[in-house]
C-alpha cells in the first residue's frame, strides 16, 4: 500500500466514525458493510480518482466510500449485495487489467490515465451517469456510471464538496435577475432547480 | 360522550380554506372550533428540516433507500428533491408533513392511478402548496353555461372580485398588473422579476404571437414585508414547502392562524378526525360532528350552530358520504345523486425542455422559488381553436443549470471539478396545466370493502383524463415546441408517444356548486342545498377546473361564504 492509500485508509476510518455518530439521531445504524474491505480498497482508489484532492478537498476528505457503503447497506437486500460485489469485482477486474497491476496500488497518474479512458468509453454518447442502465448496456460500463454517479452525489452533498468546493448558502436574502456571469463564479451547491 | 362546548361555527380542517374560515367567522364576533385531524406544526418552532444543509439529512435529503429496497441503482441522486416540495421524495429526516401513502390507503381502478398527496397536519397543505395566485374570470365562470359541460356556475366573476381583493391584500400576493380580461389583476405586490433569458423570450414571443403575453407568476410570496403581522419578505432560499420562519409565504401558520387566535375566539382541536356530521331530522340542521382522537381512538361530539366543511377536495367529499342518516342515507345533503361525481383536477404532468444556446456571460443570484406564467391563448382573444374546448396555461422559466449538469457528465479529476462549479448552459422548461371537462363518471366513492387504521372506508378514486385534455396537452406540447424552436432553442425533452396525463395536486369537485338543487349540492354561497347551516368552501365545491391554479379562489369562496354565514346566523335564518 503506497503513503497516500496509507493516509486515506486513515480518513476513511474516521469518516465512517462520523457517519456512525451521525445515525444515531434518525436511521437505524447499518447492520454491515456492503462490500469487503478489498472492495473497500477498491472504492477509495475509484473515488480518489474521480474526485481527487486538489485546492479543495475530495471525495476521501469527504467521506464518499463510507457514505456509498451505508447507502448500498440499506437500500439492498442480500441477493442485491450480492450483485454489487460481482458488478464491482468486475469493474475491478478491468480496470487491473488496464493498469497492468492492481488498480488500487497504482500511482495515482496511473489511476487517472486508466479511469479517463474507462470514463470517456462509459460515456460516450451520454450526457449524465445517472440514466438508469438498461439490460443492453455493457455491464462493466454501467457498473462504472452508477460508481461515479454516487461518488459524484456523494461529494458534491457533503460539507467538504458543498461548502469548500462548492458554496453553500442558505439565505440568500434577495434575488439579482439578471447580472454578469463573474470570472471566478462557482455554482451553489444547494441550488434547487425547479421543474426538473 | 359528548363534550359540553358549545361553538357558534365548526371549522373541519386547517388548511388553505380551514384557517380562511377561522379567521373569517372569529373576526365577525364567531366562537369557532378548528379540527385537524393530524399533529400540530407550530409557525418556526416545527418546521424541522428548514435550515438543515444537503449533508445534514440522513440520506442527503433524498427517500429513504430502505423504502425502494432496489439496491444501490434506486436511490435517488437529485437536487430537485431539496425544496421538499416532493411528496414522492419527503424530507424524513423529521416527521415530515405530507402523508405516507402506506399510512393512509386509498383505491383507485386498475386502468386509472391517481396520486393523492396529502398533509395531514396543522396547516394541510397550506405549508406545501406552489403558492400560484390566479383570479378566475367569466371566461370561466360561463364556461360550463356556453358549452354544455357540467352546470352554471352559481356565481360570476363580480361576485368574487372584493373576496379577491380582500384575501390577496391580507395573504400577500407579488404580481404585476396586465390589463389580461381572462386573468383579472389583483392587489399585488411588486412581482418577482424575470431573468435575462426570460426577458428575451417575453419580447420575442410577444412579438411573433399576438395576444400572447409571458408575464411574472402570481405568487403568495412577498416581495414586501408586513411588519404588523411578523412577516418577512420571501428570502429567496427556495425552501418552502420545508416550512418557512419569515412567514415570506401565506400558510395558516404565517397568516390566518395567527388573526384568528387573536380573537381570543378560536379554540383548535388537533390529533381529532372529524368522522362524520350529525343531522338533527327535528331541526333538518347539523348539529355538530363527530370527531376520533387518532391517537387514542375515542370518539366524542362537538356541537356547533354552523359547519364549516374544509377538509379538502376529496376528504370532504368522503366525509359527507360517511355522514349518513335516515334522511340522508346516501351521503349528508345528498338529495340529487351528484355528491362525488364531477371530480377534477388539472391535465398535467408533462414538459418540455429546451436547450438555449447563447448568453453565457449572463447570470442571477438568490434561488427564485417560481417559474412564470403564460396565460391560457386557446379559445380567447380571437384565438379559435375548434379541435378542442377551452384551454390550457404555460407555467415557464429559463434557468441556468446547477452543479449537477458538469458533475455528472463525462469527465474526472479536476476536469470534473472545474466543470461541477461552473455555470451550466440556459434551458427553458415550458410545464403544462390544461382544463378537464366536467364528467359525472369522474367520481369518488367509498369503498365497499377496504377501511383505513381507523376503521374507515377507504376512499376509491375513479378519475380518467378524456379526449379534450389529450388534445388540449398535445396541442400545448405542440405550441410549446414551436416557440422554443423559434426563439432559436433545441427541444431536449419532450412527451413520447401515448405520454401518461398525470393530476396537478388539484384535485377538485366532488360537492358542486349549482343553480339547481336537483343537479347540484351547493348555492352560490358555497352552503348545502338541502342543509342550510352547512357550507363547503374547499375545492369539492369547483363546478369547473378552469385552466389556473386554484387555491386563491377557494380562498376567496371561503371568506365571502363566512361573510354570509354570519349574516344569516345574526338574521336568524341559520
Same mark, same amino acid.
Given at each position: 500500500m503506497d503513503r497516500r492509500l496509507f493516509l486515506v485508509s486513515g480518513l476513511f476510518a474516521a469518516s465512517l466514525s462520523l457517519s456512525g455518530a451521525r445515525a444515531a439521531w434518525a436511521a437505524p445504524a447499518p447492520?454491515?458493510?456492503?462490500?469487503t474491505a478489498p472492495q473497500m480498497r477498491f472504492l477509495s482508489a475509484f473515488c480518489d480518482t474521480i474526485?481527487?484532492?486538489?485546492d479543495t478537498p475530495g471525495a476521501l476528505a469527504a467521506g464518499v466510500p463510507a457514505f456509498i457503503d451505508r447507502i448500498a447497506v440499506r437500500a439492498s437486500d442480500e441477493a442485491q449485495i450480492a450483485a454489487l460485489r460481482t458488478s464491482i469485482d468486475g469493474l475491478e477486474r478491468v480496470l487491473d487489467t488496464a493498469a497492468g497491476r492492481p488498480f488500487a496500488a497504482a500511482p495515482a497518474p496511473v489511476r487517472h490515465t486508466v479511469l479517463a479512458q474507462v470514463d470517456a468509453a462509459s460515456m460516450l454518447?451520454?450526457?449524465?451517469?445517472?440514466?438508469p442502465a438498461t439490460s443492453a448496456d455493457d455491464a462493466d460500463g454501467a457498473t462504472y456510471r452508477l460508481l461515479k454517479a454516487i461518488t459524484v452525489w456523494g461529494f458534491y452533498t457533503s460539507e467538504a464538496g458543498g461548502s469548500q468546493d462548492l458554496r453553500f448558502e442558505?439565505?440568500?436574502?434577495?434575488?439579482?435577475?439578471?447580472?454578469e456571469l463573474a470570472a471566478d463564479w462557482r455554482n451553489y451547491c444547494n441550488e434547487t432547480v425547479l421543474g426538473q | 360522550m359528548s363534550i359540553s362546548k358549545d361553538f357558534d361555527a365548526i371549522v373541519i380542517g386547517s388548511g388553505i380554506t380551514g384557517g380562511w374560515a377561522a379567521k373569517e367567522l372569529t373576526q365577525r364576533g364567531l366562537k369557532v372550533a378548528m379540527i385537524e385531524r393530524g399533529r400540530v406544526v407550530e409557525h =418556526?418552532?416545527?418546521?424541522?428540516?428548514?435550515?438543515?444543509?444537503?449533508?445534514?439529512f440522513d440520506y442527503r435529503a433524498q427517500r429513504d433507500p430502505a423504502a425502494t429496497?432496489?439496491?444501490?441503482?434506486g436511490y435517488g441522486m437529485s437536487n430537485a428533491n431539496l425544496n421538499g416540495a416532493s411528496s414522492l421524495y419527503p424530507?424524513?429526516?423529521?416527521? =415530515?408533513?405530507?402523508?405516507a401513502p402506506e399510512d393512509h390507503p386509498y383505491q383507485t381502478p386498475q386502468d386509472a392511478p391517481f396520486n393523492w398527496t396529502r398533509a395531514y397536519v396543522m396547516g394541510g397543505r397550506s405549508l406545501v402548496w406552489g403558492r400560484k395566485c390566479f383570479r378566475m374570470s367569466d371566461l370561466d365562470f360561463t364556461a360550463n353555461k356556453l358549452d354544455g359541460h357540467g352546470t352554471d356556475w352559481p356565481i360570476r366573476y363580480a361576485d368574487l372580485a372584493p373576496w379577491y381583493d380582500h384575501v390577496e391584500s391580507f395573504i400577500g400576493v407579488s404580481g404585476s398588473t396586465e390589463g389580461i380580461a381572462h386573468l383579472p389583476d389583483g392587489q399585488f405586490q411588486p412581482p418577482m422579476a424575470l431573468n435575462h433569458v426570460e426577458q428575451k423570450f417575453k419580447e420575442w414571443m410577444e412579438a411573433h404571437y399576438p395576444g400572447r403575453k409571458f408575464i411574472p407568476s402570481r405568487l403568495?410570496?412577498?416581495?414586501?414585508?408586513k411588519p404588523d403581522e411578523g412577516r418577512s419578505n420571501c428570502?429567496?432560499?427556495?425552501?418552502c414547502a420545508r416550512g418557512c420562519s419569515f412567514g415570506a409565504y401565506f400558510s395558516t401558520q404565517s397568516s390566518t392562524l395567527p388573526a384568528a387566535q387573536a380573537t381570543g375566539l378560536l379554540t383548535v382541536l388537533t390529533d381529532?378526525?372529524?368522522v362524520s356530521i350529525e343531522h338533527d331530522p327535528a331541526t333538518r340542521r347539523a348539529s355538530g360532528v363527530r370527531m376520533r382522537n387518532?391517537?387514542?381512538g375515542a370518539t366524542t361530539t362537538v356541537t356547533g350552530r354552523t359547519i364549516f366543511l374544509c377538509a379538502s377536495s376529496f376528504n370532504s367529499t368522503a366525509l359527507l358520504l360517511q355522514?349518513?342518516?335516515?334522511?340522508f342515507p346516501t351521503g349528508l345533503g345528498n338529495t340529487s345523486d351528484?355528491? =362525488?361525481?364531477y371530480i377534477m383536477d388539472h391535465a398535467s404532468g408533462v414538459q418540455v425542455v429546451a436547450h438555449v444556446p447563447g448568453y453565457q456571460d449572463r447570470n442571477y443570484t438568490g434561488f427564485r422559488p417560481t417559474n412564470h406564467f403564460i396565460p391560457r391563448f386557446r379559445n380567447?382573444?380571437?384565438?379559435?381553436?375548434?379541435?378542442?374546448?377551452r384551454g390550457y396555461g404555460i407555467q415557464l422559466d429559463a434557468a441556468r443549470a446547477n452543479w449537477e449538469a458538469g458533475a455528472f457528465g463525462a469527465g474526472i479529476g479536476d476536469d470534473l471539478k472545474r466543470k461541477a462549479r461552473q455555470r451550466g448552459d440556459w434551458r427553458l422548461r415550458f410545464n403544462l396545466f390544461a382544463e378537464t371537462l366536467p364528467d359525472a363518471e369522474n367520481r369518488l366513492t367509498l369503498d365497499p370493502a377496504a377501511r383505513d387504521k381507523d376503521g374507515i372506508a377507504q376512499i376509491r378514486v375513479a378519475l380518467r383524463f378524456g379526449a379534450n385534455e389529450r388534445k388540449l396537452l398535445d396541442d400545448a406540447i405542440a405550441q410549446s415546441v414551436e416557440m422554443a424552436e423559434g426563439f432559436g432553442a433545441t427541444v431536449v425533452s419532450r412527451p413520447g408517444e401515448g405520454y401518461a396525463i398525470k393530476g396537478a395536486i388539484h384535485e377538485m369537485g366532488g360537492v358542486r356548486m349549482g343553480r339547481d338543487p336537483a343537479t347540484s349540492m351547493?348555492?352560490?354561497?358555497?352552503?348545502?342545498h338541502a342543509v342550510e347551516n352547512v357550507f363547503v368552501t374547499d375545492?369539492?365545491?369547483?363546478a369547473s377546473s378552469a385552466w389556473q391554479n386554484p387555491s386563491l379562489t377557494y380562498m376567496a369562496m371561503t371568506a365571502r361564504a363566512a361573510a354570509y354565514a354570519v349574516d344569516e346566523i345574526k338574521q336568524g335564518k341559520i
Open positions: 447492520a454491515a458493510s456492503a462490500l474526485i481527487p484532492a486538489t454518447g451520454r450526457k449524465d451517469c445517472r440514466v442558505l439565505v440568500p436574502g434577495g434575488y439579482a435577475p439578471d447580472i | =418556526g418552532t416545527d418546521y424541522a428540516t428548514e435550515t438543515l444543509a444537503p449533508w445534514e429496497h432496489e439496491g444501490l441503482a424530507l424524513t429526516q423529521a416527521p =415530515g408533513f405530507f402523508v403568495a410570496n412577498m416581495t414586501e414585508a428570502q429567496y432560499r427556495n425552501l381529532s378526525r372529524v387518532t391517537t387514542t355522514s349518513t342518516s335516515e334522511a351528484v355528491l =362525488g361525481r380567447v382573444g380571437g384565438d379559435t381553436s375548434p379541435a378542442f374546448l351547493l348555492n352560490g354561497f358555497n352552503q348545502m375545492g369539492s365545491a369547483m
